[in-house]
């Protein structure tokens, strides 16, 4: 009985921490004019407002989630300017309550095992690569690269044993709550390794895969705050910086936050965080590194450099070329349609970010893959849809290895 009591105990202590979202609606509201899209990025700027995907593209939805204590006030601004918007989300929390449920139900996987039917805990994950060292030491190395701010070991898998092959490096999950995106990338490292089929793959290339880059923020989501986006380091007052603005290269410059309680906040200084930190050394070891991907969530986006601002790179075309193979491998296999082209031109400038720094230190080609959102849910992909949308992009992937294994 005692027992009973402290449990209970526990669990109010564990679930009081969620995060509520209770009544918060997501909107779609679509600017149809350059003054339209203007005045979308101002209520950004104000930082009231949750923007769930960022485009100022005339024509492309915009998903924005609002609280409830401003959703009449944002109808009304949205009303004067004479913006058309639809509610895509009623309730925000019912949403992430049935996302929680279906954690619940789903089968626990044996530990040491991998599914696509449901998200997967940062142990489980762990679990799974050091099985992965254990029953391929020919072709597989697991190891550490360094520690996370609230002290989780942060690893990588090398797949592929000859030390003179370049190495394509992939990463996901530096923002917390983009959870398809450490999902696709546990996909890539299964196919590589386990199916038999694509063992020419790591023959003349190795793989460098780091799963879960952020895992503080990833155990964050799923245990206090499903919308967590940044690390969990201690700012004096709020915590995180966003990985993705952290990078040392045009460190602090547009769509970079100096502000600690912003959602991209850059951080005191290029790799103040230990997790980008790491990752850089890391990756400084390789010497030839072809190919770079960042897999992030969400919009169906190929996107590549320069990213930090209004500039093409001066192998744009190349860049593009590629881009388009990937999109069109993902389209072929079930009709999803990305949109390929410079980050900045087609999403918005951000500078220190993951894909312009591999592209100015060590990979030519270097892309960040914006997966698909979930129908309405955008972030919050049902884990009914993981299954379909690893399997397209892995066509993409290796739509990317054709290219680069004629290439070198
Ligand atoms: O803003 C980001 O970091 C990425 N989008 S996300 O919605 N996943 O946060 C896009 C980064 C694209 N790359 C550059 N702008 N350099
Ligand atoms: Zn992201």
């Not at 309730?91 to 626990?108: G, I, M, T």
Request: some cysteine; charged content about 20%.
């Amino acid at each position: 009985m005692k027992v009973l009591a402290l449990l209970a105990v526990v669990l109010t202590a564990v679930l009081a921490e969620q995060v509520n979202y209770d009544g918060y609606k997501v909107y779609k509201v679509t600017p149809r004019s350059q003054d339209q899209a203007d005045f979308l990025k101002s209520l950004e700027d104000s930082g009231e407002f949750d923007f769930w995907d960022h485009t100022r593209l005339l024509e492309y939805p915009v998903s924005i989630m609002v609280k409830p204590a401003l959703q009449a006030s944002f109808e009304n601004v949205l009303n004067l300017k004479y913006m058309h918007y639809s509610i895509l989300i009623d309730d925000v929390e019912r949403v992430f309550k049935f996302e929680r449920e279906a954690q619940l139900r789903a089968p626990k996987v044996e530990k040491g095992r991998i599914s696509f039917t449901e998200y997967h805990r940062y142990d489980v994950i762990q679990a799974y690569l050091e099985n992965l060292a254990e029953q391929y030491p020919d072709n597989v190395e697991v190891g550490t690269f360094g520690t996370s701010s609230e002290g989780r070991s942060m690893s990588y898998i090398k797949i592929g044993n000859n030390p003179g092959n370049p190495t394509i490096v992939m990463d996901a999950g530096i923002h917390a709550r983009e959870w398809i995106s450490p999902a696709t990338a546990l996909y890539i490292i299964e196919q590589l390794v386990e199916n038999q089929d694509y063992a020419y793959l790591s023959e003349n290339i190795n793989w460098l895969i780091v799963p879960v880059l952020n895992p503080d923020g990833y155990e964050y989501t799923h245990t206090n705050d499903r919308m967590w986006r940044k690390t969990r380091s201690r700012g004096s007052t709020c915590y995180g910086v966003d990985g993705n603005r952290n990078f040392g290269f045009q460190f602090g410059g547009l769509g970079t936050s100096s502000n600690e309680c912003s959602e991209t906040y850059r951080g005191k200084n290029a790799f103040s965080e230990p997790e980008t930190a790491a990752y850089s050394e890391l990756v400084k070891t390789l010497n030839d590194v072809p190919l770079y991907i960042a897999l992030h969530s969400y919009g169906s986006w190929v996107l590549f450099p320069w990213g930090y601002d209004y500039v093409y790179a001066d192998d744009n075309d190349e860049l593009q070329a590629v881009g388009d193979r990937i999109a069109n491998a993902i389209y072929n296999v079930g009709g999803t349609r990305y949109t390929v082209g410079n980050a900045a031109y087609l999403l918005y400038p951000a500078a220190g970010a993951s894909d312009d720094w591999m592209k100015s230190t060590i990979a030519p080609l270097s892309f960040t893959l914006e997966l698909p959102g979930g129908g309405s849910q955008g972030f919050d992909l049902p884990a009914s849809q993981i299954s379909s949308v690893v399997k397209e992009t892995w066509q993409g992937i290796l739509a990317a290895y054709s290219y680069v294994s004629k290439k070198y």
